[in-house]
């Protein structure tokens, strides 16, 4: 049986404070004190505070609770500007300004959070549903991460496939999501889940702009040579009988097919035009 399940051990431990009380007297050193009382989980993607104080959701978080960021209060007054390639999906290189360019996945990770930390960026205060069936007050701070989350979701914006996307997201994002929360990483489910996920991310290459300030992660531009065709509004007026789109270049497709422009004073019918009109 685990510990914590044994009436020795709640009996003697009912709360957070004889714990507190009892790592004083042993000497074991543990970050939380009387006088901050929450739960602190810490690694190179985020760091996370729950109970204590924070298990009234409506008790605003103390300033010094936060440890990785900057209040959007505190944060400088000039924005600051950073590139991130992405190929398959993945952040492969990243460019902050003045500063020589980023390509090992830690060294881009690391840089990710030092950056976002002074601009305040990446906290989040949310009230989750547990496995168990409970609701739960978490405070989180994932300042990098923040960053990849945006700059990833806009590229793909701009060079996944309309459909892939859609089935990605009514099913591997959400079912992903579930088996992660739940603590079943090591389970047949999420091996088939996750070898979804680079098939999906084939044609997601290019570079996105950013611009950090006072706590907000803004997409500045973006551009991918994935991209053919792209959609301009005017090509409408200039050319009234052909359709113009934006198409991402599949592997089976070599070219685009498009028809030949249709002459003005055509006495052809509509009918015929249509069909005439060919969508690359």
Same mark, same amino acid.
Request: glycine content about 4%; hydrophobic content about 40%.
């Given at each position: ?9 709640? +009996? ?116 989750? +549903? ?151």
């Amino acid at each position: 049986m685990l510990i914590f399940l044994r009436p020795e051990f709640y +009996n003697r431990f009912p709360g957070r404070q004889a714990l507190l009380v009892y790592a004083a007297e042993k000497q074991i050193p543990v970050q939380q004190t009387a006088a901050k009382p929450w739960s602190t989980d810490e690694n190179l993607f985020h760091t996370s505070y729950e109970a204590g104080i924070l298990e009234d959701p409506n008790t605003t978080p103390p300033d010094d609770m936060w440890n990785l960021t900057v209040s959007r209060e505190s944060a400088p007054a000039e924005p600051e500007y950073l590139s991130i390639e992405f190929k398959a999906g993945l952040p492969v290189k990243v460019t902050i300004a003045n500063q020589a360019p980023l390509s090992d996945p830690v060294d881009i990770f690391l840089a990710l959070n030092a950056i976002a930390r002074k601009h305040g960026v990446g906290r989040i205060d949310i009230v989750e +549903n547990r496995f168990i069936g409970v609701k739960s007050r978490g405070c989180y701070e994932s300042p990098g991460a923040t960053i990849l989350r945006v700059a990833h979701m806009d590229i793909e914006g701009l060079t996944l496939d309309r459909n892939v996307r859609a089935l990605r997201d009514q099913f591997v994002t959400i079912e992903f999501s579930r088996i992660l929360y739940n603590g079943h990483f090591f389970t047949p489910e999420r091996e088939f889940i996750t070898s979804a996920i680079p098939a999906s991310q084939r044609t997601v290459n290019g570079t996105v702009r950013l611009k950090l300030y006072k706590g907000s992660v803004i997409v500045i531009g973006r551009f991918s040579d994935e991209v053919t065709n792209f959609v301009l509004a005017f090509h409408l007026f200039l050319h009234p009988y052909r359709v113009c789109m934006t198409r991402i270049n599949p592997p089976w497709m070599s070219s685009v097919v498009s028809s030949p422009p249709i002459p003005r004073d055509s006495s052809r019918s509509k009918a015929s035009v249509s069909k005439s009109v060919f969508i690359a």
